[in-house]
């Protein structure tokens, strides 16, 4: 077994070696070097279609998903295996995806067959993009209080409402939505759609934020018709699914509090010199940030294990999100008035800052950091109401 | 490697759970407190270690002990801070016998610490703060060397049999393994804020042989046991985080005001969880310090310094959020929580505290 496993880790190696393009090794210089895919891919060079669709072919972009959905199907030890070595190349991720980090998951535990062989190959090769369809004007941390409501017109249900906050909803292909399909019952009321984003009535406003980006949309739905058939679960039970992918939704924002796989400029400008307190702050900072790392290996492996606790995610998420905003403060400040620059060449437009201002949503999106801790308390704790 | 215990360590740590809990909770602590106990621990519960070959866990299988690793010793040392069991397991059982192991001098001292009745304590600090520095002079006398200065912090010094003692000698820094029936040698025990016991030593002229050096001349073995000591110390301070954190949770599920337990009011839920949070990526942390030590991973270095610094940091606020959530009882020595206070401010100090890890942290990594 671990002679196997020894095994697959020089092949692993030398797969990595011979196909991550040198490219893609590289630290990425801000949000636009991240690979998408998507009906109309953007890419800010081409090796980044080259290392997707490699990793996409091999089913690497989601290695343990079972290879009949288009996975890797790798047990943990290997998937394990293949982080390491990717982080160890430094290789880029070859495909960010809400299909992968949150609706994949969801429909491998609640999708119907034709459901997961219609959309999870699809989510791995990076063909279709989505977005999520959760947060609306009158229901941001009361997520359940939503209005958008699903009418049933026999067949199918015709949606009308508005979503708010949908992640790049313009560059989706589909998305995973939550409808109230029950006025009577609050998360007893509500299913769990998906359509596509071309369908008649569907219509997207960009929201520019304080980072001079756009990456959150305003999203309306007219009379949009939805075949029955692309109801995740039973109706009035889309609450469970909604849940269940917000698990993987936190467990993946909780991500950022790792950084990058490359190169950090704060630990960067700390050794061009910084002055001792803010020296100071920057160690203590790593002390977190490290043990924050060894948090997520063992969250991981204990996820895979099942031995984690259903709420841990809620942990994770709160402690990555808040460690990512502590980290991007640090960045700005040792890197001074260089990194106030919002438009210059230099500035690769302004990365830093935009991405310091970006971690601001970090401990909003996906629930709050009080939601969190709210969860905690409550399911892990164990404290009463 | 997975980052959780196997199912050998659980047993392990169920065992150690039960026998801990048992024979030397926080009521056994108090007792020898009260008693102003002049040790400092239990030669009775030290024996019983031995007898369940606890004091043997780092020691190979061919010198009789039970060749395991720092994740087992962690396991222990966690259950010891859990219940603040006054106990030289940590010195001698972990950072002593990891100094020794593989020397001659594991002929000599390893069947007294399996037996249970052997100390060992550490003398390497000389100032207030633990900083690496080593003034203490071992100079060339006759086949030996005479050693000559100051130690302090030196848990169990006063009651050990054997020293291990890092001092100058030219070129380097060497260490010593000097029984303490050693002519001009003189322990000063001092009570410590948590009623432990640690000693400042003098060395007035310390005559030793040659074979009282541990490894080499020059080369003392320092990095090793100071890994060990602080992987074990936060171990330690893990159990003592967790004891005092889940008190805390099960007060604020008994305590009444306004009608309604306290845990029911979202301030103090949310203190809680962020408590719970930092205590659950410390524990990762030292692990993850483990599991590297034990698999002989260079990557240790940094890990331990990361254990140590946020076992440091998570625990002293757990301590201090006990105090604050139990409010005025937790300022009352009748009460435990207290007691936890003053063993986190003890063991954050020990093999240095989370600013010195921070910088070895930041020293690493070039800046």
Redesign the interface.
Known sequence: MAEDLETFRAETRAWLEANCPETMRTPMRGEKDATWGGRNPQFAHPDQKIWMDRMGARGWTVPDWPAAYGGGGLSPAETKILREEMARLKCRNPLNSFGISMLGPALLKYGTEAQKLEHLPRIARGEIRWCQGYSEPNAGSDLAGLQTSAEDAGDHYIVNGQKVWTSYADQADWIFCLVRTDKTSKQGGISFLLFDMASEGVSTKPILLISGYSPFCETFFDNVKVPKANRVHDENKGWDVAKYLLGHEREMISGMGLGGPAGDPMIDAARKGVDPILRAQIALFQVRSQAFKAMSERFIDELKAGRAHPAQPSMMKYYGTELNKARHELTMAAGGSDSLEWESEASNHGAAPRAWLRTKANSIEGGTSEIQLNIIAKRILDLPS | M???LTDEQQMLRDTAKDFVAEHAPVSHMRALRDANDATGFSRDLWKQFAELGLTGILIPESDNGLGLGHVEAGVVLEEIGRNLSPSPFLTTAVAAVEALKGTPHAARWFPGILAGETVAALAIDERAKHDGRIEMKAERSGNGFRLTGAKQFVTHGHVADLLLVAAATGHGTTLFAVPTDTKGLTADPQRLADASLAARITFDGVEVDADAVVGEVDQAPLARLLAAGRTGASAELLGVGGGAMDMT?SY??ERKQFGA?I??F?AL??R???L??EM??????V??AQQLLDAGDERAT??V???K??TS?ATTLAVQEGIQMHGGIGMTDEYDIGFYMKRARVLAELFGD??F???A??QA???
């Open positions: 997975p980052l959780y949770v604020l599920k337990v845990g029911s979202q839920q949310h809680a969880a962020h719970y949070s659950e990526v410390a524990r990762a942390a692990l993850k940094d890990a310094s990361v254990a610094a946020m940091l989370s600013n890890h921070a910088d942290l930041a990594a070039g800046y």
